[in-house]
C-alpha cells in the first residue's frame, strides 16, 4: 500500500509564490487592457467624430445633427486645396428634408458681388476662401459659408469642401454624377467601397461634419424620392424647397427684435426665419442693448423653438412670460428671438 504524500510547505510556498505572481500579473494586463481601451475609444471618438480632415479656416461646430431634422450644407469646389489664395469655381446649397424624404440642390452663382469684411469691400463672392485666409486665424470656409448665409439668407449648417482633382476622382469612385438623382450617386452602396473611400476622401475632402452626420447624408439621398428631388440654377427659384414642413405646419407667430441698434439686423434675422417656413408676424427694436441673442419661447420642447435656437445658435432659451415686464412686443408672438451683439460680427 502506497503512502499518502505529506504536507510538504516548500511545495506550498511555491504554489503560493507562483499564485501570487500570476495576480500581479493578470492585474498588469487588466491596466494595459484598460489602456488600450481607452485609448482605442479616445481614436474611434475623434475619428467618428471628424473623420476627414476640416479646412484650417473652419469654425467649431456647437451642436451636431441627428439625421431627423432638415439640413443645408455648402458644397465648395476651390481650384487647389494646397493653395491659400484659390478661388471658388463652383458653390451649391444642398438641402436635405429626411422626414420629407426630399433634397434640393441649388447653384450658388460665385461671380456675385457681396461685401467682403477686412477691409477688401465689395467683391466678388467666389474671393471669399481666399479671402478668409488673410485672417489670424484663417476664416476660409467660415467666411465663404457666413457669406453664403448672406446673399442666400438661408442657414449653413456644415460644409464639404474640394477641389478639381478631388472632384474628379470622387466623380471616379461614384460615377458620372447626376445632380437630379444623388441619390443613386451617392448612395450607401458607397460605405461599402471602404478602402477606396479612405484612401480618397482624407485627401480630397474638407468637411465639418462627424462619421455619423456624413451616413445620415448618404441615407437621407438614398431615400429621397428622385419626383420630390431638384437642382435649381439660383437660389430664389429653389426658396421654397428649402423649407421645414413642420415649421410650416405648426404656424407660430414669431416676434424678431434688434437688441443692437445695427439698423437691418432684425430684418436679414427675420428673412431667414421666413425662407426656413416660419411665420414672422412683427420686427422691432428693443429697450435696451442686449448682449448676447436671447430666444423666448412658450414651450421648451416645440419644434419651430427648437430649430430657430439652433439656426442662430443661441446658447439658452427662456420663457416668454419672465420678460413681460422688460420689454414690449412680447405678447405679440409664441416666439421671440432678440437679436444681440454677439450677431454682429462680419458673418452678419
Not at 419626383?227 to 429653389?238: D, H, R, T
Not at 426658396?239 to 410650416?248: G, K, N, Q
Request: with cysteine; glycine share 8%.
Amino acid at each position: 500500500m502506497k503512502r499518502k504524500k505529506g504536507f510538504s510547505y516548500r511545495k506550498f510556498s511555491l504554489v503560493k509564490k507562483t499564485n501570487d505572481l500570476l495576480k500581479k500579473l493578470f492585474a498588469v494586463l487588466f491596466l494595459f487592457l484598460l489602456a488600450g481601451i481607452g485609448a482605442l475609444s479616445f481614436y474611434l471618438y475623434h475619428s467618428f467624430r471628424n473623420p476627414f480632415a476640416q479646412a484650417a479656416g473652419s469654425l467649431p461646430k456647437e451642436t451636431r445633427w441627428d439625421g431627423k431634422t432638415p439640413i443645408n450644407l455648402a458644397l465648395i469646389k476651390i481650384s487647389d486645396l494646397s493653395d491659400d489664395s484659390s478661388t471658388i469655381s463652383d458653390l451649391l446649397v444642398l438641402h436635405i428634408d429626411p422626414e420629407g424624404e426630399r433634397y434640393a440642390l441649388t447653384s450658388i452663382n460665385p461671380n456675385q458681388q457681396v461685401s467682403m469684411p477686412f477691409g477688401f469691400g465689395e467683391n466678388s463672392l467666389n474671393q471669399a476662401y481666399a479671402v478668409g485666409n488673410t485672417a489670424e486665424p484663417k476664416l476660409n470656409t467660415a467666411l465663404t459659408c457666413r457669406l453664403l448665409e448672406s446673399s442666400a439668407k438661408i442657414p449653413i449648417d456644415g460644409y464639404f469642401l474640394t477641389d478639381s482633382v478631388g472632384w474628379g476622382r470622387l466623380s471616379e469612385l461614384s460615377g458620372e454624377i447626376d445632380p437630379t438623382d444623388l441619390g443613386r450617386s451617392f448612395s450607401l452602396s458607397l460605405i461599402f467601397k471602404v478602402k477606396s473611400l479612405i484612401s480618397i476622401l482624407p485627401e480630397s475632402v474638407r468637411t465639418d461634419l462627424s462619421l455619423p452626420e456624413i451616413y445620415y447624408v448618404l441615407s437621407g439621398l438614398s431615400k429621397s424620392r428622385s419626383a420630390m428631388s431638384k437642382f435649381c440654377e439660383s437660389g430664389a427659384e429653389c426658396l421654397p424647397e428649402f423649407m421645414d414642413s413642420t415649421i410650416l405646419s405648426a404656424d407660430k407667430k414669431i416676434v424678431v427684435l434688434n437688441g443692437t441698434g445695427k439698423p437691418g439686423l432684425a430684418n436679414f434675422c427675420a428673412q431667414i426665419i421666413k425662407n426656413i417656413g416660419g411665420r414672422v408676424v412683427f420686427v422691432s427694436n428693443t429697450k435696451e442693448e442686449y448682449a448676447k441673442t436671447t430666444l423666448l419661447t412658450d414651450s421648451f420642447e416645440d419644434y419651430t423653438s427648437l430649430r430657430v435656437q439652433k439656426v442662430f445658435g443661441v446658447s439658452e432659451a427662456f420663457h416668454k412670460d419672465d420678460y413681460f415686464d422688460k420689454e414690449d412686443f412680447i405678447d405679440r408672438g409664441d416666439i421671440i428671438l432678440i437679436v444681440g451683439l454677439d450677431k454682429m460680427g462680419f458673418w452678419w
